[in-house]
């Protein structure tokens, strides 16, 4: 029997009205938890009103980090809609596919996205869009909510009901929106608010983008789920979080970052008299973080506590507490309270401790599956066991560590790059006979892609060409860094790219930051 979702903004709203819950640094905006439900529930009115969303439907939101993000998300709790946040460093063809394939009701934008939508709007037929600055004032957004009434018709949902669709890229060159349920948001607030030490006192920073699980689910949401703060920054500063660290009247106590922000934060003329003190927790995921950088921090008493997740688990499935952060660097922790993990061989036989093999978790922290992607479930999902795709091992005392990729995917910036979707893109270069995209190490953004190339007869390119070739067909965190021409690549008696060959044949091509 499914388990009722219970509204955690209405119902801190019952026994702490006068409580801060959102504050957002880029407009100075702060919002109580009566203030932020009132506005939810104005803003779900207008949705069901005007609009005509019901239980079940999309409404996008393609827009920099504010807090009408956080209280849009709550809107749709309210009467049972989807959230669906959009990555704003897509391009248009990428957002149109993601568009069209969730469908959404509405749009509402950032002004500076206009032209983007006024594009999307007419290649996807999207009824509806309403227009924010995430910052208050004269807006249709802020009118919107003004005109409504704080009375919309409340939606029963349970926690077997999706409440986000996030997507992520597609080792096809398509992407999949991982499905979200408010089961998946209950357990991973559990599931990380333990470890992480989390209260109702607790006042965290985000400062990842909130359409990524990462800014949403670390630690926004787990913030919300405990009664706690949120501060929210539109985009990463390094300069800024060290200074809101270091303000004793802030009181930040809970932080998480990928490890470009902590290298980029440590960096900063700043980082050396920063008063660290007051954080209860720092957290640290989305690549594997390098021992030196765990040691920076360690030296100024700080343990940056690793985890490991995906969008696909909400994402919590391992966890570091403080202690974990100081005797197993490297580790990405141990297996979450409401988790389970099998780490298995290529027949799906688990491996022997301390072997290496791919990650399958299962649990209530789980994504029931992707958005109209039957064929992708039924790949990626076996008997209730998802898999990673990420290469693991777990030693004696039970600490996970994340070998590699047991695809081909990198991270970049925190950001999944899928090399299949980059390949799809540039092989339609007449003058390309051959590629591989492969992520390779780089100082400041953990790893970036290279092209490994090889030039059709009788033609001429130039590496130049072949990132001008990427600008305005994908995102800037997709677009190989470096260009190398070969005679031939590798490939294995099924004609399969040696990938690791690659590797090992191109070497450090890392510029240092």
């Not at 995209?437 to 892609?449: A, L, S």
Request: proline letters at 5%.
């Amino acid at each position: 029997m499914s388990v009722t979702h219970y509204d955690w903004l209405a119902h801190h709203t019952k026994t702490v009205p006068g409580k801060e819950v959102w504050v957002d640094l880029h407009s100075n905006r702060h919002f109580t938890f009566a203030e932020a439900n009132d506005r939810a529930l104005r803003l779900a009115f207008h949705f069901q009103e005007n609009c005509g969303v019901e239980k079940g439907d999309r409404v996008g939101v393609l827009a920099m980090n504010s807090t009408d993000m956080l209280e849009i998300q709550a809107a749709c709790s309210k009467i049972g809609a989807i959230f669906l946040p959009l990555n704003w460093r897509l391009t248009v063809n990428e957002l149109e596919f993601i568009i069209s394939d969730a469908a959404p009701k509405i749009l509402i934008h950032d002004a500076q996205f206009s032209a983007e939508i006024g594009e999307l709007k007419e290649k996807t037929g999207v009824s509806y869009v309403l227009e924010t600055t995430g910052g208050g004032g004269d807006t249709p957004y802020e009118a919107a909510i003004k005109a409504a009434s704080p009375t919309p018709r409340l939606a029963t949902v349970t926690h077997d009901d999706v409440w986000t669709i996030m997507y992520t890229s597609g080792t096809t060159g398509l992407p999949k929106g991982a499905m979200n349920t408010y089961g998946m948001a209950f357990y991973n607030a559990v599931n990380l608010g333990v470890p992480t030490y989390f209260t109702p006192n607790a006042k965290t920073l985000t400062i990842l983008p909130l359409f990524h699980t990462g800014g949403l689910n670390c630690y926004s949401s787990v913030a919300l789920y405990f009664g706690g703060t949120t501060l929210v920054m539109r985009t990463f500063d390094p300069a800024e979080c060290l200074r809101i660290i270091d303000d004793e009247e802030i009181g930040l106590t809970h932080f998480f970052g990928v490890p470009a922000n902590y290298l980029f934060m440590s960096q900063h003329p700043d980082f050396a008299t920063t008063d660290f003190s007051r954080l209860a927790c720092s957290g640290v995921g989305g690549a594997p973080t390098p021992v030196p950088l765990l040691e920076t921090y360690k030296a100024r008493g700080l343990a940056l506590q690793q985890g490991y997740g995906m969008t696909e688990t909400s994402p919590t499935v391992t966890v570091q507490d403080a202690e974990m952060a100081f005797s197993k660097p490297g580790s990405a922790g141990k297996l979450a309270m409401n988790a389970e993990a099998r780490v298995v061989d290529e027949n799906g036989e688990d491996v022997l401790q301390g072997e290496t093999g791919e990650l399958w978790v299962k649990g209530p922290n789980i994504t029931p599956g992707y958005w109209n992607r039957p064929e992708a479930n039924a790949e990626t999902i076996t008997d209730g066991w998802l898999h990673t795709g990420d290469a693991c091992r777990v030693d004696e005392d039970g600490h996970y560590f994340i070998v590699d990729r047991w695809k081909d995917m990198y991270i970049s910036g925190g950001e999944n790059v899928y090399p299949a979707e980059v390949e799809s893109t540039l092989f339609k270069m007449p003058e390309i006979a051959d590629l591989a995209i492969i992520g390779v190490p780089d100082d400041r953004w953990d790893e970036v892609g290279c092209a490994v190339v090889v030039v059709a007869p009788d033609k001429q390119l130039s590496a130049d060409d072949v990132i001008l070739y990427c600008q305005d067909k994908l995102a800037r965190y997709k677009i190989p860094k470096h260009v190398v021409f070969m005679e031939e690549l590798p490939r294995n008696a099924t004609g399969k790219v040696l990938k690791r060959v690659l590797k090992d044949e191109i070497g450090d091509l890392r510029v240092p930051a």
